[in-house]
């Protein structure tokens, strides 16, 4: 490396987002500078370094050995600095009003929002909540573009710039209508296979989201209709002969409106771990940690009914 008595250490700030998002593009969106302020800076960098950085990779680019080299020794350094500096946000949650943003996978939406919306009565902030996008990255880009404050999901990433936290576990369980002629409090393995399914598609993983949580090869079902809302599907079981597999929660708070059964799975189901992600530079930012507080608050009170 070049000598250099007044490095810019904004040109680190610049490199770490174009290296997480290996588009200068979105690192220009989640800095909120030009796409030329970023194409220069990393420019500068690479004149200091005095190695190429960054290479065209088909229509992206992709980071040079050097650049993954600079890469692991300097995150977790700035992300201390950046923790250290987020924690002197002033926030007050029984008088700053402000709006956190929420994404979450539909069962969780139906079953913490309720209880959220009781929590917040005596604070000032409000708690938004999205579906899960259909793009994974586009997710996690917005999360660490702070667009989104907070993930509930049903995947743990594997890196160092983002945080998690189990929250919630539940089991899946079978699902038909309580006018079913054929079946009552027992689900057999031939009657399951028997039956017509309505399933719900997790698009995400190109799988059904019984196929996704048992642990056995599910063989051939018959489709009856297929979903990728897991309240239309259930709508669907209301008011038809076929079955379908739900998070036991969601089912058990649509039993009572759509005259529901709720049946044990023949097969052994995984359970379903929800976990809360976050970047782990606002580890201790007073609004944030606020924020996963009453999540963890609410899901504690959940557990225990």
Known sequence: MSQNK?????????????????????????????????????????????????????????????ANQLYHQLENSMLKVEQTVNSFEQFDPLHTAREFHVYAIESVIHILQPRLDKYLKDYAPTIIFHELPAQEQQMYDQLQAE????????????????????????????????????????LSKEQFLEESHVFFNMRRFNLTIADYFTYERLPYRKMYCEHSSLMSMLATTARSEAISMAPYSLAKQCEGMFELRLIDSPYKTKPINIFMVWPSRLKNNTSHTWLREAILTVSKELKSH
């Open 6 to 66: 007044h490095f810019d250490l904004n040109l680190l700030r610049v490199f770490l987002s174009v290296y997480n998002t290996c588009s200068f593009t979105k690192a220009a969106e989640e800095l909120d500078l030009t796409q030329s302020s970023v194409s220069n800076a990393i420019l500068r960098l690479k004149k200091t370094v005095g190695e190429e950085l960054f290479i065209r990779a088909g229509r992206g680019i992709q980071p040079t050995a050097v």
């Open 147 to 186: 667009q989104i404050d907070v993930v509930l999901d049903i995947v743990q990433p594997d890196v160092v710039s983002l945080s998690s936290e189990a929250i919630l576990s539940e089991k899946m369980c079978c699902v038909v209508s309580r006018h079913h002629p054929r079946i009552n409090e027992v």
